[in-house]
């Protein structure tokens, strides 16, 4: 029988075990993904965070929780931020995702978007793994005060191809946060697909339509001369906007008021207005008998659209807005479309859950798709 020394048998198992750790760390990119350990996150505001490499709990403050749950992540949300509640002032039973989820409008209060305000008690009770923020002062607020990671998103307008390649990356962000990198792709994927399938239908097609958005909401509803240059239904379906002259650089950003002589003297064919703002911008109308001489009203060529920003973003309206526009402008590029489906659709896809009831939730609501009398 042979006798090895047990110290050499201890060194070698120690040298094998030290090289395999060594070689596994290498493989996987320097990033440690036991259940203790953490991953380091650029963010859209370029900061570098530490997160937990499995992430089991999130909030969303600054209108970051509709992206989670677009990433089929609604399961790890903890808590809603007041606007995105049934409560008093509450915006819950508008806002498309939280339609399809309406569990999570039972969730702790942990801010309210309107007033800009976070409840930093509130969130270290919860002690989420992820803090996700609008804002890199957000962000930096919520670490200091709480000692819980907090990651920049974006949450803004995709009405230019730079904020779509922006909100694109920022899914990916998120994906990679939650564990969700292969439902990012797909969301992605399934947005591309959209966005390939209404420019393969109106590319190169004249409408012979000139076309304005009213009553585009922004930290609210409002009225006739609500409007957006770069109007993603319209920019997705090649439309004539008549306000495209307008440059000024927040219009990217978010709507913009003109002077009512500006949408008289523009005259568009068809007016669109998102749904919630069409009581006040019947109001608007009504009480300006001048409105009535625009082409669009007088041949009733009016049409009520989804809220697409409310809450921010919601980019699930904005996609079957762009069908009903497309619907509208392009009637014989449309043939084969029923809008209201396509809405159901794309809120299914978008928000799981109960997505298929979010379309006519909206409708009850505002009208949904439709011509309108103004």
Not at 33 to 43: E, L
Not at 82 to 108: F, K, R, V
Not at 342 to 365: H, M
Request: hydrophobic share 35%.
């Amino acid at each position: 029988m042979f006798c090895i020394d047990r110290k050499l048998i201890a060194g070698i198992v120690l040298v094998v075990v030290l090289f395999g750790g060594l070689a596994v760390y290498a493989l996987s990119g320097g990033v440690t993904n036991n259940s203790g350990g953490t991953v380091s996150i650029t963010d859209m505001a370029n900061r570098t965070v530490q997160v937990p490499a499995q992430v089991n709990t999130v909030v969303g403050v600054g209108c970051s929780a509709r992206e989670i749950v677009y990433l089929n992540a609604s399961d790890k949300i903890i808590g809603i931020e007041q606007i995105e509640s049934n409560s008093t002032g509450g915006w819950g039973n508008q806002l498309p995702y939280m339609i399809a989820h309406p569990e999570l409008m039972d969730l702790p209060i942990i801010g309210n978007a309107k007033t800009d305000t976070v409840d930093y008690e509130k969130i270290a009770e919860l002690n989420p793994d992820v803090v996700f923020a609008g804002t890199a002062e957000q962000a930096d607020a919520i670490q200091e005060k709480t000692g819980i990671p907090a990651v920049v998103t974006y949450v803004g307008s995709v009405g230019t191809s730079s904020q779509v390649d922006t909100y694109e990356k920022s899914l990916k962000m998120m994906g990679d946060v939650l564990g969700k990198e292969d439902r990012a792709e797909e969301l992605i994927n399934y947005m591309d697909s959209i966005e390939e399938d209404l420019a393969n239908r109106t590319n190169n097609v004249n409408s012979d339509k000139t076309a304005y958005i009213a009553g585009q909401a922004y930290y609210g509803t409002h009225g006739i001369t609500s409007t957006n240059p770069y109007y993603p239904p319209f920019e997705l379906v090649n439309a004539s906007n008549v306000a495209s002259e307008i440059t000024d650089t927040n219009a990217t950003l978010h709507a913009i008021q003109i002077d009512p002589e500006q949408l008289i003297s523009w005259n568009p064919d068809v007016i669109f207005i998102e749904g919630g703002s069409i009581s006040t911008v019947e109001n608007d109308t009504s009480n300006n008998p001048e409105y009535q001489n625009i082409k669009a009203i007088q041949d009733g060529n009016v049409y009520g659209l989804l809220s697409y920003c409310l809450y921010s973003y919601n980019k699930d309206e904005m996609l079957a807005n762009a069908y009903y526009v497309g619907k509208i402008l392009y009637p014989e590029q449309f043939t084969d479309v029923d809008p209201e489906e396509k809405a159901n659709e794309i809120f299914t896809e978008f928000n799981g859950g109960s997505g298929g009831s979010v379309y006519n939730t909206l409708k009850a609501q505002y009208g949904g798709f439709k011509q309108l009398d103004i």
